[in-house]
């Protein structure tokens, strides 16, 4: 019997298969000759591809035969120094990157990695600030400047923010109204609340949760697999492993800025083609930052990326 169906979970060498948008999963295995066609990814199937099968008899474990063409993905190297690559999911209609302004603690250049890696690579990213419980309840004085920034800082990229409590329910309406539209991947760091949001989509669901760790602030690592869910209300979100560090993948010095939405909007105004925007007289971008229409805390990332590309960290 042969058909066609989307890569729901990949655990090593073994899968499971669905014929979306029906639910009933099978197993899967992989022909030995598309483990050659993957290239430097460690996963030449990902969660979310959609793959041709063949199963011997009706008991027979389905073989993956061939990958159907992506139309998108998301794709990272596991350190900067790494040569090889992972494919996080692949045919996402959305990427919401989960994050928080503490506990753990809030990193932009780890959030501007994910955002360029989204522009990359066709994934249409929505930003989620997680447990407004903790930064407006007591807290609210302290973080009220932060989170004045954080907005300033996307609203400036043209990026969307949803506040959101997974504890409180805050901001679930608005994940779920999105989440009625295709396959949604939720991504972050470690500790930020992702599997909490999915279960508070359904509580019937349960991805693995852990506390943060007291000694350093940051989340523990929960979930192992990358996975796909359909909630309750047939939406299908694929949880993801919490990273900790996130290498961009071949990126030269003059693509980098292509990326940054508010960057490319300016870098039409500069005095020279191709501008680094570092040094150059006449750069429209360094003008936009100083005339706050572009966030500082995002051009320092900018640079950040170009220095780990001098290095060859983006080969």
């Known amino acids: 019997m042969k058909g066609t169906a989307t890569v729901i979970k990949h655990t090593g060498s073994h ?15 992989l022909r030995g000759r598309i483990r050659l066609r993957g290239g430097s990814a460690t996963n030449p199937v990902a969660v979310g591809d959609i793959v041709d099968y063949e199963t011997d008899g009706p008991e ?33 209609d959305r990427a919401f990157l989960v994050v928080t302004l503490a506990f753990p603690e809030l990193k932009l250049p780890f959030l501007d990695r994910l955002l360029v890696t989204c ?25 009220a400047p932060v989170l004045d920034n954080f907005h300033k800082i996307y609203s400036l990229a043209g990026y969307d923010v949803i506040e959101v409590s997974a504890r409180t329910g805050e901001g679930i309406g608005r994940i779920h109204a999105l989440c009625a539209e295709g396959v949604s991947l939720f991504s972050g760091e470690s500790g930020v609340g992702k599997s909490s949001i999915i279960k508070a989509l359904d509580p019937s669901l349960d991805p693995r949760t852990a ?21 309750s ?14 290498g961009l993948v071949d990126l030269t010095r003059e693509e980098i800025p292509l990326y940054f939405p508010e960057m490319l909007r300016e870098s039409r105004g500069c005095r020279f083609t191709p501008c680094t925007h570092t040094h150059e007289p006449g750069c429209a971008v360094k003008l936009a930052m100083e005339e706050g229409r572009i966030a500082p805390e995002r051009y320092s990332s900018y640079l950040g990326m170009l220095e780990d590309s001098s290095e060859g960290k983006y080969r």
Request: proline share 5%; net charge neutral; aromatic share 12%.
């Open 119 to 143: 522009e990359v690579y066709g994934v249409r990213p929505v930003i989620v600030l997680n447990k407004t419980d903790i930064f407006r309840g007591e807290f609210a004085e302290d973080f």
């Open 60 to 92: 027979g474990t389905a073989a993956i035969t061939a990958v159907h063409p992506r139309r998108n993905y998301l794709i990272r190297k596991s350190t900067n120094l790494s040569r090889q690559n992972h494919v996080i999911a692949a045919n996402i």
């Open 211 to 231: 506390e943060i760790s007291d000694a350093h602030l940051q989340g523990r690592h929960t979930t192992t697999f990358y996975e796909m869910y359909r909630t």
């Open 15 to 29: 899968y499971l298969l669905s014929e979306l948008p029906q639910w009933e999963l099978f197993p899967a295995v």
């Open 233 to 246: 209300a047939g939406e299908f979100i694929i949880d993801t492993p919490g990273i900790r560090g996130f």
